[in-house]
């Protein structure tokens, strides 16, 4: 293999004695790459990148696999030819070709660009596909790898986890209603409401719905499966790194059910693709899907357009906050399952209202301080009051304070949800499509902020305090005489103080 040129002998000379100069060449180039473009990226896509010859000025490097060659020449040919030229000489070209795969490869004389670069997790198995997530190379290296005649093993269960035990309110009962229907779905067509795709934030009961229909799936002897998005990478990197894909992928599609929890966290578009046309021959041939995350599909802005575009499909339902009377439910079960401990564990109605009033977060929040109320009556032997009670959360109810709302977080928000620029809002404008959001706006500004109303009408263009006063009476007005109204503003106001 020619190395260099001899006209550019002299430039390799900088490397230490025990070390070939065109080695510590481009082993200086490695490093200049890793500090311009990162950690991640520079493992991503360098660390199989070998430089095989610099002669005539162009240089020629190698990498195993025709995806990364279309990548790398695609976006970071300039990047390598600007630190060849640097640490080399002269760079007029570079090329960039796909090593064979029976060639031997000779760490001494060809070394990959990274010193303690990354095994060889997917050199040989990921030939085109997209490893370029830091996610999918740890799964690789912790995913055990699955033999073709192994049962798709999904994510496990929490047998605490089923309909029984979720508590419903005005908030979730949309949810449960169309978990339970899908639940209860015979195979052979899919369900009008399929896919189903549940969001919330987190600790609402998106789980807990999910294991629900995979408890009551297997007790119908459906054939079922409760993945995460962490086990479906993991299980779909270790079939590639094993060579058993195609098992991997019928397995897969051969089951009843599929739950997918935590669709947020999918990364890489080799592995997304695989979601996406497992998701589309589950649908086509009948079978059920119910797809959980912490955002709408369309706001997935990770997730691939054709992923999301599928999931938008079927019936998309938000679990919404907890309000109080479903929080004291939810803390009545609570405190009933922690009798099972602590036998003579009792709260009195004026606790449970307090707790439920004071930790408006999300359910996990009020499994906390049932925990810590338990812990203080198990430990101290004195009955529980309220003050005490207030001792023992103090840092639940501190960590959930109400944020503080700025005015232009209320403006950037209410002129994203009515399709309007904060300019409009702000402008002397009088339109019906840009009056109803600045008062909206208004309101708001009233509502969570402790400025005043001049202050506030200073803030919208230089507005007297009686246009703002003038637009809270009509939101108000408007918001007691339709209910829709009012439950778009309470969630423009949510995620205002989220």
């Known amino acids: 293999m020619e190395m260099y040129d001899e006209a550019n002998a002299n430039v390799f000379d900088r490397g230490g004695p025990n070390v070939p100069p065109f080695l510590a060449a481009w082993r200086r180039c490695c490093e200049r790459l890793r500090a311009e473009l990162g950690e991640d990226i520079f493992n991503s896509w360098f660390g199989r990148l070998e430089l095989e010859s610099v002669a005539g000025g162009q240089a020629r490097l190698s990498v195993p696999t025709r995806f990364l060659k279309s990548w790398i020449d695609t976006h970071y040919v300039g990047h390598i030819t600007a630190a060849l030229t640097t640490e080399i000489g002269p760079v007029a070209s570079i090329v960039v070709v796909v090593r064979s795969s029976t060639r031997p490869e000779t760490m001494t004389n060809q070394p990959p660009c990274v010193q303690g670069s990354p095994p060889k997790l997917l050199a040989a198995t990921l030939s085109d596909q997209d490893h370029s997530t830091p996610t999918a190379r740890r799964a690789a290296a912790r995913a055990p790898a699955p033999s073709s005649g192994e049962p798709l093993v999904g994510s496990p269960l929490d047998r605490r986890l089923t309909f029984t035990t979720f508590q419903a309110g005005r908030s979730n009962q949309l949810a449960l209603s169309a978990a339970q229907r899908v639940a209860e779905h015979s195979s052979g067509r899919t369900s009008a409401f399929c896919p189903l795709y549940v969001h919330s934030a987190v600790g609402l009961?998106?789980?807990?719905?999910?294991q629900a229909v995979a408890h009551t799936a297997a007790s119908q002897g459906r054939s079922a499966i409760y993945l995460t998005a962490e086990k479906f990478m993991y299980g779909f990197v270790a079939a590639l790194q094993s060579q058993t894909s195609i098992a991997f992928k019928e397995r897969l599609r051969a089951i009843d059910l599929l739950i997918f929890d935590d669709a947020q966290f999918l990364q890489g578009k080799s592995i997304q693709a695989e979601f996406g046309h497992a998701l589309n021959a589950l649908l086509d041939a009948g079978r059920d899907v119910i797809v959980a995350a912490d955002r709408p599909p369309n706001d997935l802005e990770s997730l691939d357009e054709r992923v999301r575009s599928r999931l938008g499909v079927g019936l998309c339902v938000e679990i919404g906050p907890l309000d109080e009377p479903l929080r004291l439910k939810i803390l009545e079960a609570r405190v009933t399952a922690a009798r099972a401990l602590q036998p003579s564990f009792e709260l009195s109605p004026a606790v449970l209202a307090f707790v439920a009033h004071s930790i408006r977060s999300n359910g996990r929040d009020l499994e906390g301080a049932v925990n810590r109320l338990l812990a203080h009556t198990t430990l101290s032997g004195a009955p529980l009051t309220v003050e005490a009670a207030e001792v023992a959360i103090r840092d639940l109810i501190r960590a959930h304070e109400p944020k503080r709302v700025k005015i232009e977080d209320i403006q950037k928000l209410v002129a994203n949800h009515y399709n309007v620029s904060r300019a409009d809002i702000l402008s002397s404008r009088r339109t019906a499509v840009v009056v109803k959001p600045r008062q909206v706006a208004m309101f708001l500004a009233k509502t969570l902020t402790m400025r005043s109303l001049p202050e506030i009408g200073r803030r919208f263009g230089?507005?007297?305090?009686?246009?703002?006063?003038?637009?809270?009476?009509?939101?108000?007005?408007?918001?007691?005489?339709d209910t829709t109204f009012a439950e778009e503003i309470e969630g423009l106001k949510r995620q205002l103080q989220d």
């Open 205 to 210: 009961g998106k789980t807990h719905l999910l």
């Open 462 to 481: 230089g507005r007297d305090h009686t246009t703002v006063l003038h637009a809270v009476r009509k939101i108000e007005a408007l918001a007691g005489n």
